[in-house]
């Protein structure tokens, strides 16, 4: 295969972005239909392939290419199809029961069967986590218990009260299947350094780490077991997909303008319009989940006051923030969760644009105007600071904008500085971070509580890491409710209530509603995403 090499340096002091990439004229290599490699640019770098672990989305681009689930669930529709288990599972009354038939056959990239005993020891890692091991419980599995091997091709899998999006959480990232030795990993051993050791039943074997800037996969010459309502059966078409650590906005857009790389992910909102050219696209994925949002931590000081949580919403343009900063990709959000969402509920009338009576709550909570025109109140200073999230789009600007919204009003508003493990640290510190500025996509009622529950993500900080104690014990039961009721219905109306209670108390500011936008050549087809935007590369056939 012909190969055309090509890197970049960044024009910043102190980065370097080296990137090594393949053109797609080559031979076909006889892994797939039409051959060639595939150069996929990243803004971040991943850090950790624990599937639990993965839902950042560097991490989940890739275990999307190298495991398989379960069960697949259809980006359109959103239904759950058969994957590794032959149909869908069976369920008992209350939810507490699944069984599912696994196909044959299927084997691990190290040789080694894909079997029931095999399924069980995942789910007992994911569903329990292990604290000896740093390794975490899948935040996509409630109530789990344990599960049983019924014979070498049945599982059967048991919990301690309902939890009916089981079904949904083994079509997850979350839930690839991994071989026997990688389930004996530490955290660390899951992390950078280790990636070619990372064994899947996938399409896709990652063949080469160049630590911090890429990764190479090769397709698998006998996959034979891709979910059957694909389209494309067999080895995928192409032969392998480096994937570049690019970090700077325009060397990815410049590169796959210039013909140079063939799909780029976190497209910004400016750049949109040149994709609109000959020989582009643009691909705008939903992500199903939790909107791109701000939550409010109101065990911080300056936030405690529910008025002043409530004048921030109303001093927060946020059709202005989207006109400004965005393009027709990015709807204004009209509630927590997208319109796309399992459990949706619009509550956009708890959001309204309304900065006469944001000054007027702040005056009722005794907030006063300082000599600079910060607002002051026993000696404090109404000053909040944001966290910048590096994963969303724009998020520097989003928050500087916020910060000239609330300037008038008497807010002061920061943004903490740093990379994502300062962020990381950070996020946590009540006294660092006051209002968080995140996202969540997952496609079942249940990513309300990934997104605030006190032990899942925490995003409101309801649960204090240092006393260990819950702010808000009925927020807590309503998104519990959310995972531990049997049937459709209720969970709707647990969905609706937890909602109810986030409008009452002013937790939240949903801003818009996050796609994952990708830029491609026109050389490139057979893209797709799955249900929350992460890439698919398994039917892509490149132009030769």
């Known amino acids: 295969m012909n190969k055309r090499r090509i890197a970049w340096i960044g024009a910043l002091a102190a980065v370097a972005i080296a990137m090594t990439g393949c053109a797609a004229s080559g031979d076909d290599g006889g892994s797939g239909d039409a051959g060639g490699t595939l150069t996929y640019l990243e803004p971040q770098t991943w850090n950790t392939l624990y599937p639990p672990a993965g839902g950042f989305y560097p991490n989940g681009g890739v275990l999307n290419q190298v495991t398989d689930r379960l069960l697949w669930q259809d980006p359109e529709t959103l239904e759950l199809e058969p994957w590794i288990a032959t149909e869908l599972p069976e369920v008992n009354a209350d939810a507490t029961e699944y069984t599912f038939t696994l196909r044959e056959g299927v084997t691990y990239s190290d040789g080694t069967p894909l079997d029931a005993e095999n399924v069980v020891k995942n789910f007992d890692l994911y569903g329990k986590g292990d604290p000896d091991r740093a390794l975490s419980v899948s935040e996509a599995i409630n109530n789990y218990d344990h599960g049983e091997v019924v014979d070498e091709h049945t599982v059967k899998f048991f919990f301690t009260e309902p939890s009916p999006g089981f079904a949904q959480a083994v079509s997850t990232i979350n839930s690839g299947l991994v071989s026997n030795a990688t389930l004996d990993r530490t955290s660390e ?279 260990g104690k819950v702010f808000d014990q009925e927020l807590d039961e309503l998104l519990a409710r959310i995972a531990s009721v049997p049937t459709t219905e209720e969970r709707q109306a647990a969905s609706a209530a937890a909602q109810e209670r986030l409008v009452e108390q002013a937790y939240v500011l949903p801003l818009f509603e996050e796609p994952q936008v990708f830029g491609l050549t026109s050389k490139v087809s057979g893209f797709e995403t799955e249900s929350i935007g992460r890439p698919s590369f398994y039917e892509v056939q490149l132009e030769r």
């Open 189 to 467: 051993e899951f992390g950078p350094g280790n990636a070619t050791e990372i064994i899947g039943s996938g399409p896709f074997v990652i063949s080469d780490e160049q630590l911090g800037s890429e990764l190479k996969l090769t397709a698998r010459e006998d996959y034979d077991w891709a979910p059957p309502a694909r389209e494309h059966q067999g080895p995928a078409r192409i032969d392998g997909i480096d994937i570049v650590v690019a970090g700077e906005d325009s060397v990815r857009v410049g590169t796959v303008v210039a013909g140079q790389a063939d799909i780029a992910r976190t497209i910004p909102a400016p750049d949109e319009p040149q994709f609109a050219a000959d020989g582009l696209e643009l691909v705008a994925a939903p992500t199903n989940g939790v909107n791109n949002s701000l939550s409010f931590r109101p065990t911080s000081p300056q936030l405690s006051d529910i008025r002043v949580r409530q004048a921030i919403i109303a001093g927060v343009d946020r059709q202005a923030i989207v006109d400004t900063l965005f393009t027709d990709s990015y709807p204004l959000a009209t509630g927590i969760l997208a319109k796309t969402a399992l459990g949706y509920v619009d509550t956009s009338d708890a959001y309204v644009h309304d900065p006469d009576r944001a000054k007027q709550l702040l005056d009722e909570a005794g907030w006063k105007p300082g000599s600079d025109g910060v607002r002051e109140k026993d000696g404090e200073r109404l000053s909040i600071t944001f966290n910048e999230a590096l994963p969303q789009p724009r998020s520097k600007e989003v928050v500087t904008l916020i910060q000239e919204q609330l300037a008038p009003l008497g807010i002061e508003v920061k943004l903490f500085p740093g990379d994502q493990a300062a962020q990381d640290a950070a996020r946590l510190d009540v006294g660092t971070i006051q209002v968080y500025h995140s996202m969540v996509g997952r496609a079942d009622f249940d990513v309300l509580k990934s997104q605030l529950y006190s032990t899942n993500r925490n995003a409101l900080l309801n649960l204090d890491p240092a006393t």
